[in-house]
């Protein structure tokens, strides 16, 4: 999506974890990588890296001063999504009473507090609401998919 967007282009390279990749990125052995927020943070407050935005549709309240890549590039939204799933003909009853305790846990001070000071924006919901995130998630990314020809190796 950052290539078709940006206009141009970049070879992927796959790494085994955050700390391959930064330690290419470092150095100038790459110029550019994706990471998340609680590994590359430290990097970027010590001037070690400079973060050039995030993917996210909203700025992170862990760096609130770097701007969205969005901000700069029209369209561009990669937000990270974690949920909860339970397996297909899962009683109704036992669905909703599960959304219903991790609710709570979501809007906990103490749990909420850790979750943004990591990067992450607390955002609970329905199990039909995350159900339409992954319907969105699956057409947007598919798009990105095909436009850019992507196989399977």
């Given at each position: 999506?950052?290539?078709?967007?940006?206009?141009?282009?970049?070879?992927?390279?796959?790494?085994?974890?955050?700390?391959?990749?930064?330690?290419?990125?470092?150095?100038?052995?790459?110029?550019?990588?994706?990471?998340?927020?609680?590994?590359?943070?430290?990097?970027?407050?010590?001037?070690?890296?400079?973060?050039?935005?995030?993917?996210?549709?909203?700025?992170?309240?862990?760096?609130?001063?770097?701007?969205?890549?969005?901000?700069?590039?029209?369209?561009?939204?990669?937000?990270?999504?974690?949920?909860?799933?339970?397996?297909?003909?899962t009683?109704?009853?036992?669905?909703?009473?599960?959304?219903a305790?991790?609710?709570?846990?979501?809007?906990s001070?103490?749990?909420?507090?850790?979750?943004?000071?990591?990067?992450?924006?607390?955002?609970g919901?329905?199990p039909?609401?995350?159900?339409?995130?992954?319907?969105?998630?699956?057409?947007?990314?598919?798009?990105?998919?095909?436009?850019?020809?992507?196989?399977?190796?």
């Open positions: 999506m950052l290539k078709q967007l940006g206009g141009f282009t970049a070879n992927h390279i796959p790494y085994k974890g955050s700390a391959p990749g930064l330690s290419d990125l470092i150095p100038g052995n790459v110029q550019l990588f994706f990471d998340s927020i609680p590994s590359a943070a430290p990097y970027v407050k010590a001037g070690r890296l400079r973060g050039i935005g995030v993917a996210s549709s909203k700025r992170s309240p862990a760096m609130p001063d770097m701007p969205t890549i969005g901000e700069s590039l029209k369209g561009f939204e990669a937000d990270s999504l974690f949920g909860l799933m339970a397996p297909a003909g009683p109704r009853d036992v669905v909703v009473k599960l959304n305790e991790v609710q709570k846990v979501l809007t001070a103490d749990i909420k507090e850790k979750l943004l000071a990591q990067g992450g924006l607390v955002q919901g329905t039909e609401q995350m159900a339409d995130q992954i319907k969105s998630d699956v057409a947007k990314w598919g798009k990105v998919v095909r436009t850019a020809n992507v196989k399977i190796e």
